[in-house]
T-cell receptor, first 114, second 113 residues
């Protein structure tokens, strides 16, 4: 089975600053997808960004970008110009290209301080 | 376009009671999933289905049963609820094996006393 590890249970950042959330994973697959989901207090799960393992270029979505290191099995999320609305739980997730299941990390609770 | 709808949103049960959570999607998705979310443990897969009439066990299936009699619906049953099943339950759907975008419902908060 695949495993996803988020080693930072809680983090905080000043508004307008940059913060990086860490994620590592373990797999023997060569083709897979990686995701970051945001869960605000509303509880809704929102897809923030996704990365396909065969693409070497790091994915970017506005203020959100990833640092994908395939050899190191690392997939960190960088949030630039942090906003109060970024306060949420963030989950890293993995899906094999050949599997049916998504595997989630334990989450990082991010607080943006005004 | 409702997406993924979970019913109910909140429920309180007594130990030993039974209940069914309903997940409905209107996107004609093949795959559907039930997760539970507990503090410090992330989302853990309970059961999933890759098509109408099929179900499979996930990481934490004990104490739960599921059915997918219709493509659009995925039911999660608790036959005899236990306090350890107090959790937030999420349903999700995926168009098919070639797609990677998971659509989530808004969750069900279940408390077992």
């Amino acid at each position: 089975a695949q495993t996803v590890t988020q080693s930072q249970p809680e983090m905080s950042v000043q508004e307008a600053e940059t913060v990086t959330l860490s994620c590592t994973y373990d797999t023997s697959e060569s083709n897979y997808y990686l995701f970051w989901y945001k869960q605000p207090p509303s509880r809704q799960m929102i897809l923030v960004i996704r990365q396909e393992a065969y693409k070497q270029q790091n994915a970017t979505e506005n203020r959100f970008s990833v640092n994908f290191q395939k050899a190191a099995k690392s997939f960190s999320l960088k949030i630039s110009d942090s906003q109060l609305g970024d306060t949420a739980m963030y989950f890293c997730a993995f899906r094999s290209n050949t599997g049916n299941q998504f595997y989630f990390g334990t989450g990082t609770s991010l607080t943006v301080i005004p | 376009n409702a997406g993924v709808t979970q019913t109910p949103k909140f429920r309180v049960l007594k130990t030993g009671q039974s209940m069914t959570l309903l997940c409905a999607q209107d996107m004609n998705h093949e795959y559907m999933y039930w997760y539970r979310q507990d503090p410090g443990m992330g989302l853990r897969l309970i059961h999933y289905s890759v098509g109408e009439g099929t179900t499979a066990k996930g990481e934490v299936p004990d104490g739960y049963n599921v059915s997918r009699l219709k493509k659009q619906n995925f039911l999660l049953g608790l036959e005899s609820a236990a306090p350890s099943q107090t959790s937030v339950y999420f349903c999700a759907s995926l168009r098919d094996a070639t797609n990677e975008k998971l659509f989530f419902g808004s969750g069900t908060q279940l408390s077992v006393l």
